[in-house]
Nanobody
Framework: QVQLVESGGGLVQAGGSLRLSCAAS????????MGWFRQAPGKEREFVAA????????YYADSVKGRFAISRDNAKNTVYLQMNSLKPEDTAVYYC????????????????WGQGTQVTVSS
């Protein structure tokens, strides 16, 4: 069992930055591949970024490439999402996800979820 707790969301103006954190707990949490997803009101949950358990491989949705960066610190069992040049369309609840076998690239591939953190970007 893996527990995930997100933090770092908030209200920011367009062009600003935020850094989200996802703290994982559980006996083998550092061996999990991790991902970030987001869900805007009335829309389906969508993939944002993912990182392999070693941190050696990262993946991004086209909509965030060049603006967002995912990283992890296994000593702290924490995954980060640095979000720069934020746009109003980035407004959503952001969720952290964990998957043991493979990188989570779709919601159905994720084994565990956090409770989400709200990100609001004003124009």
């Amino acid at each position: 069992q893996v527990q995930l707790v997100e933090s770092g969301g908030g209200l920011v103006q367009a062009g600003g930055s935020l850094r989200l954190s996802c703290a994982a707990s559980g006996r083998t949490s550092s061996r999990y591949n991790m991902g970030w997803f987001r869900q805007a009101p009335g829309k389906e949950r969508e993939f944002v970024a993912a990182i392999s358990w070693s941190g050696g491989s990262t993946y991004y949705a086209d909509s965030v490439k060049g603006r967002f960066a995912i990283s992890r610190d296994n000593a702290k069992n924490t995954v980060y999402l640095q979000m720069n040049s934020l746009k109003p369309e980035d407004t959503a609840v952001y969720y952290c996800a964990a998957r043991l076998l493979g990188v989570p690239r779709t919601p159905r591939e994720s084994d565990y979820w956090g409770q989400g953190t709200q990100v609001t970007v004003s124009s």
